[in-house]
Antibody, heavy 123, light 107 residues
Framework: QVQLVESGGGVVQPGRSLRLSCAAS????????MLWVRQAPGKGLECVAV????????YYADSVKGRFTISRDNSKNTLYLQMNSLRVEDTAVYYC????????????????WGQGTLLTVSS | DIQMTQSPSSLSASVGDRVTITCRAS??????LNWYQQTPGKAPKHLIY???TLRSGVPSRFSGSGSGTDFTLTINSLQPEDFAIYYC?????????FGQGTRLEIK
């Protein structure tokens, strides 16, 4: 069965960096686009970064562009999110999710989600 | 970016009731609309894609309809496990923004 397990969250000070990981299993990781979605406490969902199956294309939300980098290692079945220059407003649960196809297209859907990892940015 | 607006923001209903949640897009998104369910402390679960196609394994009491800018999620004969927050999300273009969510509570 498809499993996505995030790790790497924690408490960090503003301006610092952190890397999240998402270990995938139960499917052919290299065939699917992957993404990170975050949810601030008590708030809705925001897609912050998307990566195509082969890493050839990436997308970032304006709120994280220039600070966050999404990457993947298909040999390790792992998705990453490198987060630099963290801000208080980045505090959220970060979910990794699988796109239903190799990369974003009209009709994409996020069909499997991990359990999430909490990032708290606070001084 | 395309904005997604859900209504109502919250509603109360009883087990066995039928409820409808509305999602409106700021521009036409054809039928590129997903619905997700989130229970407290859990990750969202995908329910419906292409506005009206039920994902495999999702109970048939859930249904979706609409195209263009106006969409609905209907749940017939509410079950205790259906009380959750529901989100619509378009997939017409990146970033595929979500609606703000509709909280479905037990009356």
């Amino acid at each position: 069965q498809v499993q996505l397990v995030e790790s790497g969250g924690g408490v960090v000070q503003p301006g610092r960096s952190l890397r999240l990981s998402c270990a995938a299993s139960g499917f052919t990781f290299s065939s699917y686009g992957m993404l990170w979605v975050r949810q601030a406490p008590g708030k809705g969902l925001e897609c912050v970064a998307v990566i195509w199956n082969d890493g050839s294309n990436k997308y970032y939300a304006d709120s994280v562009k220039g600070r966050f980098t999404i990457s993947r290692d298909n040999s390790k079945n792992t998705l990453y999110l490198q987060m630099n220059s963290l801000r208080v407003e980045d505090t959220a649960v970060y979910y990794c999710a699988r796109d239903s196809s190799s990369g974003w297209y009209g009709g994409s859907r996020f069909d499997y989600w991990g359990q999430g990892t909490l990032l708290t940015v606070s001084s | 970016d395309i904005q997604m607006t859900q209504s109502p923001s919250s509603l109360s209903a009883s087990v066995g009731d039928r409820v409808t949640i509305t999602c409106r897009a700021s521009q036409s998104i054809s039928s590129y609309l997903n619905w997700y369910q989130q229970t407290p402390g859990k990750a969202p679960k995908h329910l419906i894609y292409d506005a009206s196609t039920l994902r495999s394994g999702v109970p048939s009491r859930f249904s979706g309809s609409g195209s263009g800018t106006d969409f609905t999620l209907t749940i017939n004969s509410l079950q205790p496990e259906d009380f959750a927050i529901y989100y619509c999300q378009h997939s017409y273009s990146i970033p595929g923004t979500f609606g703000q969510g509709t909280r479905l509570e037990i009356k």
